[in-house]
């Protein structure tokens, strides 16, 4: 090939105005994208920079790293770093697995699979701080659904402070979580499951195979690439989440439901403190960049393909 | 159409197209001065429009543009006011704390309102002791009063006749007749550790002696009081478990529900608990100090014009249009507050509820005019206050914590 190629050099097309012509027709998604994604990045890195408070902008200094040295001596960053570490790892893995039996289920024929492939997405449908205050009241320790039940049926015998006990607080969120979540699992990998041949499952029972054999050896191989990018982009969501958090418990009792994003918003929209909830979301960012780099990755092998 | 030719075309029309409906405009002769005013209800659905309407019929040459900004809180509203005001956007007045007043002056965003105030006859129906508060003992005014309220002890009478007790008036009374209320699924007080709760801790700390000056909050008579008022939690155990994070809507439905029997907040809630309960309920004000001394917060809304503001005479004329006799007494049937004017009257709210506020203003005070104040309402207060009450720190490190917060 590469003999061919430089035998007629004069077959490869000079440079000319004509090959700028997809870049014009790109121009102004790029310049959209650049001032509501690329500007205000760089006006956080910039702002992440300064000692800066909302209510004093006169007075803004540049510090240089010093909200970052600031931000490793600060108790509750780490903190809000291991609960954000436990809150993805614990809502996703968990939605995942959900989601993938809700869709193996829904896989299967049975003469109501419509309607419940429409009630599967309610959860998902609904917005964050609806799910927020509804799980509150469900949790909520003097009128709530979830004690009245348990004590009905003599799980417990006095109520439980679900989100003012520091021991449950953060794990009666990421519940909420889980169920708002699974239905995306659920729908994408249902997706994936209906363009696996059914040839494949027919030859693999000809071959004696059990359920659990064409579970692992066709059906979880053929999705793979769909579980792979569905994990990546919930990761990216859920890492940036802070709604349900913040209509559960404002992060508390203490710092016990404190996540960075969390942690962030509340330096920068309570304390003002701007340039430290700035620092404090760009170490987010760069901790998800391995994740999104990885999605990237997946995105523009499957676009080459 | 040659492209080059189209992109000719395109960009005459984008340079022509504004030119011409500019020149097309018909003129517009004597527009009215319009003022834009941001404002909060707790009940977005009520709408200040029949008083715009008014005003506007009253004064046709000023178009009130009234903006609804959501409270959240109170971190929303004020975040996106100092926004606004960074960007140079802000409304020509806007419905203000006292809490944000530091901030505000550091911006130098305020607009003295003493020349005002000096030509507006209804100026001596605000209360003096309410002029006192706002003005913060400066020598100017910045803010007009609009409406307030004061917090206070709300209490189940029925219960406590049963028990055979009294209202409580001091800080032992309190827990004695908490202890005694505790019963069963019952709780003696529903306390408010979640947001907003600070008001809740000032009457029995700052109430008990401590205070805001520098060393105030680790005297220790300060943390004597501190540790009485978190011993009521941990100790006593007259409190629901869920107090830690229980905020304004939680202690209203336990108290409504009868899982509380005492709790503490203002008038703005009277007419839903008088909804729900009746004549079991009573109110008075806060227990106070075996010394008869005692604290509680003045919860203050006026109204502030912005220095950067080009229709000055035209918004004042609004706010103190707000700020008199008959408009305050409409406003504040909206807002569920008191009327500042001595004209106006707060008939819509069961009397008695109305006295409770009104004997609580003798020891109401605002929190201290700090730039730190907003971050120790919504940040330093709950998270220490959540940690001493779940036992992962003491009472005396939660005051320290506040104490470094406003002084370092």
């Known amino acids: ?305 | 159409m040659e492209r080059r030719d189209f992109l000719k075309l395109v960009g005459a029309a984008a340079v022509g197209a504004p030119l011409a409906s500019t020149l097309a405009a018909p003129a517009i002769a004597q527009a009215p001065t319009t003022v834009r005013w941001w404002y909060h209800f707790d009940n977005p659905q009520n709408s200040p429009a029949d008083l715009v309407a008014k005003f506007e019929k009253e004064n046709p040459g000023i178009k009130i543009q009234a903006e609804a900004i959501p409270w959240g809180g109170g971190n929303d509203y004020q975040t996106r006011l100092f926004a606004a005001l960074v960007a140079g956007n802000a409304p020509d007045s806007a419905m203000v704390r006292l809490s944000w007043a530091a901030r505000l002056h550091s911006m130098k965003a305020l607009e003295p309102l003493d020349p005002f105030l000096a030509k507006w006859n209804a100026r001596t129906d605000i209360d003096d002791n309410i002029w006192k508060i706002v003005g913060g003992g400066s020598q100017q005014k910045y803010y007009l009063p609009l409406q307030y309220v004061v917090i206070y002890l709300y209490y189940r009478q029925d219960l406590l006749q049963q028990a055979g007790l009294k209202a409580p008036e001091t800080f032992q009374d309190f827990q004695a007749v908490a202890k005694a209320l505790t019963k069963g699924d019952v709780a003696g007080f529903g306390m408010r550790g979640g947001a907003g709760g600070f008001d809740n801790w000032g009457p029995f700390v700052l109430g008990g002696g401590a205070s805001f000056d520098k060393g105030g909050m680790v005297t220790e008579k300060a943390l004597a009081a501190n540790r009485f008022y978190v011993d009521l939690a941990t100790k006593d155990k007259i409190v629901p478990a869920s107090a830690p994070t229980d905020s304004f809507r939680q202690i209203v439905d336990a108290f409504k529900a009868g899982r509380t029997g005492m709790m503490i907040h203002h008038v703005g809630s009277a007419a839903e608990i008088q909804a729900a309960l009746g004549d079991k309920v009573s109110a008075k004000r806060v227990p106070v100090g075996p010394d008869g001394k005692g604290w509680t917060y003045f919860g203050d809304e006026s109204n502030a014009i912005f220095a950067a503001s080009k229709a000055k005479e035209a918004t004042f004329r609004w706010i103190s249009f707000l700020s008199t006799a008959e408009n305050n007494t409409a406003l504040t049937k909206l807002t569920g507050q008191l009327p500042v004017s001595s004209k106006a009257n707060a008939d819509w709210v069961p009397q008695r509820f109305v006295d409770a506020s009104r004997a609580s203003v003798s020891i109401a005070g605002p929190l201290p005019d700090s730039p730190k104040t907003p971050d120790f309402i919504g940040r330093i207060w709950p998270t220490n206050m959540q940690r001493a009450l779940t036992g992962q720190i003491s009472p005396d490190d939660m005051m320290k914590a506040i104490e470094q917060h406003f002084h370092g």
Do not use: C, K
Not at chain 1, 191 to 215: K, S
């Open chain 1, 1 to 305: 090939m590469a003999s061919i190629t430089s035998s007629y050099p004069h077959t490869v097309a000079p440079p000319s105005r004509r090959n700028f012509t997809p870049f014009w027709f790109l121009l102004p998604a790029l310049l959209v994208t650049a001032a509501v994604v690329l500007v205000p990045v760089l006006q956080t890195f910039w702002l992440s920079l300064h000692d800066y408070l909302l209510y004093a902008p006169d007075d803004t200094r540049f510090i240089g790293l010093g909200n970052f040295r600031a931000i490793l001596g600060d108790e509750v960053f780490w903190i809000s770093l291991g609960h954000s570490f436990i809150w993805i790892v614990g809502v996703v893995g968990l939605q995942f697995l959900l989601g993938l039996g809700t869709a193996l289920l829904l896989n299967q024929s049975f003469w109501w699979r419509s309607l419940a492939r429409s009630l599967v997405i309610i959860p998902w449908a609904l917005p964050s701080v609806i799910i927020g205050l509804m799980w509150t009241w469900m949790y909520d320790f003097n009128v709530g659904v979830i004690n009245d039940a348990l004590l009905r049926f003599g799980v417990i015998e006095t109520p439980i402070a679900w989100l003012a006990n520091p021991s449950t607080a953060l794990y009666a969120i990421m519940f909420a979580l889980i169920w708002q979540g699974f239905p995306f699992f659920a729908v994408t990998i249902l997706a994936g499951l209906q363009t696996v041949p059914q040839e494949l499952y027919e030859a693999a029972e000809i071959d004696g195979a059990t359920p659990r054999q064409q579970l692992f050896s066709i059906t979880l191989p053929s999705i793979a690439d769909v579980i792979a990018t569905a994990l990546l982009l919930r990761t990216i969501w859920v890492a940036n989440s802070l709604d349900v958090i913040l209509v559960m418990t404002g992060g508390g009792p203490g710092y016990d439901t404190h996540t960075l994003p969390l942690y962030a918003f509340i330096r920068a929209y309570t304390g003002m403190e701007f340039g430290y909830g700035a620092a404090l979301a760009l170490i987010l960012t760069f901790l998800l960049m391995a994740v999104v780099w990885a999605y990237v990755r997946r995105a523009s092998r499957d676009l080459s393909r």
